[in-house]
C-alpha cells in the first residue's frame, strides 16, 4: 500500500508565493516519476509540473513561475509557486508512478490541496 500526503496550500494574494510538499510513503521499491496536477472549479484536471529523473516539464501557464523538485531520499516531491495569479486558484493534486517491490508500476494519487489566490 502507498500514500501520498501533501501538504502547503492555503490562502494568499497575487503575487505571493505557496510551496506544496508531497511526501509519498508505504511499500516503495522506487518512484519513476512525479507531478503536480490541478482542477479548478468547473475545469478539468490539468497538468501543471511533472519530473522524471532530472527532467521536468511545465505548463506554459505557470513555465518561469512554478518550479518542481523531488528529493529522492525522502520521496517527496515540492512545489514551488511565485508570482501566483488568481487564475492559479485550484485544488492541486500530486501524482507518483511507483515500483512496489514486485516490479510493479503502478499510479497513485493525492488527496488534493487547495490553493486560493486573492485579487
Known amino acids: 500500500q502507498v500514500q501520498l500526503v501533501e501538504s502547503g496550500g492555503g490562502l494568499v494574494q497575487a503575487g505571493g508565493s505557496l510551496r506544496l510538499s508531497c511526501a509519498a510513503s508505504g511499500s516503495i521499491f522506487s518512484i519513476d516519476a512525479m507531478a503536480w496536477f490541478r482542477q479548478a472549479p468547473g475545469k478539468q484536471r490539468e497538468l501543471v509540473a511533472g519530473i522524471f529523473s532530472d527532467r521536468t516539464n511545465y505548463a506554459d501557464s505557470v513555465k518561469d513561475r512554478f518550479t518542481i523538485s523531488r528529493d529522492n531520499a525522502k520521496n517527496t516531491v515540492y512545489l514551488q509557486m511565485n508570482s501566483l495569479k488568481p487564475e492559479d486558484t485550484a485544488v492541486y493534486y500530486c501524482?507518483?508512478?511507483?515500483?512496489?517491490?514486485?516490479?510493479?508500476?503502478?499510479?497513485?494519487w493525492g488527496q488534493g490541496t487547495q490553493v486560493t489566490v486573492s485579487s
Open positions: 501524482n507518483a508512478a511507483i515500483k512496489n517491490w514486485s516490479r510493479r508500476v503502478n499510479i497513485y
